[in-house]
């Protein structure tokens, strides 16, 4: 059964930083990819950033705009997005979640496996 926990989340003020961390498990994951998705109260879902497991290819939501990196260590586990230069408009829950190699990294519907989330909060 494949896992994803995200850890991480907090209370941060604006201007300040937080690395979120995602741990898989559950099976292998050559031939997927890890994203990082977020809601915000009353919006929807929307993509962060994705890595492919096997060779660390990146994708990033245009709005990232540099302040935002994902990146895994060597042993491809656990996925980590460091945000930087946080706003009060990135509060948001943010959720890990696993896509196959080759579908659309903007996409939710190409997600198979998500995370429970974890609660970012950026205060004035």
């Known amino acids: 059964q494949v896992q994803l926990v995200e850890s991480g989340g907090g209370l941060v003020q604006a201007g300040g930083s937080l690395r979120l961390s995602c741990a898989a498990s559950?099976?292998?994951?050559?031939?997927?990819?890890m994203g990082w998705f977020r809601q915000a109260p009353g919006k929807e879902r929307e993509f962060v950033a994705s890595?492919?497991?096997?060779?660390?290819?990146?994708n990033y939501a245009d709005w990232v705009k540099g302040r935002f990196t994902i990146s895994r260590d060597n042993a491809k586990n656990p996925v980590y997005l460091q945000m930087n230069s946080l706003r009060v408009e990135d509060t948001a829950v943010y959720y890990c979640?696993?896509?196959?190699?080759?579908?659309?990294?903007?996409?939710?519907?190409?997600?198979?496996?998500w995370g429970q989330g974890t609660q970012v909060t950026v205060s004035s």
């Open positions: 979640a696993v896509r196959p190699v080759g579908t659309s990294p903007f996409d939710i519907n190409s997600y198979k496996y």
């Open positions: 559950g099976r292998t994951f050559s031939g997927y990819v």
């Open positions: 890595i492919t497991w096997t060779y660390g290819n990146t």
